[in-house]
């Protein structure tokens, strides 16, 4: 297989196999993010891809799923897609679903008409890591859209019927915006429809311009208990229906827990979360992560 520099699989995906069509993030410039830092964009040929269809179907030849990976291998233009949409069905035909992570920016180089093509050929749901519906917050830490961008974007997304997770990345605002960042997130994320809402903690890591910027005093991270308070908040606003992934809060997992129907049981296990937190050990797990 053709694989280069960062892989990463959706660990809520079923096992299936990993196509990569990209290499590297269009944008590479969120100040949290370091995970592409040294792979420089590019597209897959599309003889290595068609190579490795041939290798994945030589051991997985009734394969029904396929991630196709890259940091968001949606940017290509619709003929591209279309193209590898083809050859995925020429090596392996049972494929039905085919996911993959995305920019919200991602979209908007297709037309309605050319998501439902991708969709009726098997692109049927995309992962946005959405991060934030605060404008503010999306330019301090240079997500490069902003939240009129999320809400038109996904609209095409509902109209072409591919299905979308959102992510809410905790923490990402700091003291300064947190309430802002949990408060408008919810209102952006409730004007969408996302299957699933995920929302990550924020980790910062050494080598990010975030880290920097804490070190100098200019942006003040969240306690865990803060950060808490804050998903609380977002919680609180959000009135989506969804499924819930919370994947860093170790005190209170709602994972998978369908969304608004929970939601009075789900800000009860937030708030005993929040009165009972460890908050040394939680740091400690926080500070044993080596990634995103
Ligand atoms: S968070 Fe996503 S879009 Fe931003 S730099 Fe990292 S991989 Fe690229």
Known sequence: MHYTGTLYRNPYEPQSPLLEITQGCTHNKCKFCTMYKDVPFRMSPLEWIEE????????????????????DPFCMEFKKLDIICDMVHKYLPKVAVMTMAARVDNVKNKTVGQLKTLKEKGM?????????????????????????????????????GIRYWMTFLNG????????EHAVNSAK???????????TGGLTLFPGTPL????????????SEKEMLIEQKTFLENLTCECTLITHHTVTANLTGMSFPENKEL???????????????RMAAVRNNKTHL
């Open 124 to 160: 049927v749901e995309v992962n946005l890591g959405v991060e934030s519906g605060d404008d503010r917050t999306l330019d301090r830490i240079q997500k490069g859209y902003h939240a009129r961008d999320i809400i038109e974007q996904c609209r095409k997304l509902d109209e072409a």
């Open 172 to 179: 990402v605002a700091g003291k300064e915006l947190s309430h």
């Open 52 to 71: 490795d269809l041939q290798e994945i179907a030589m051991f997985d030849p009734g394969t029904e799923r396929l991630q196709l990976i890259g940091a």
């Open 211 to 222: 880290l920097d910027e804490a070190n100098r005093g200019e942006f003040t991270p969240l």
């Open 266 to 280: 789900i800000l009860k296990k937030m708030q005993h979360a929040i009165d009972n937190i460890d908050e040394e």
């Open 188 to 198: 952006v994320f409730s004007e969408c429809h996302p299957v699933v809402v995920g």
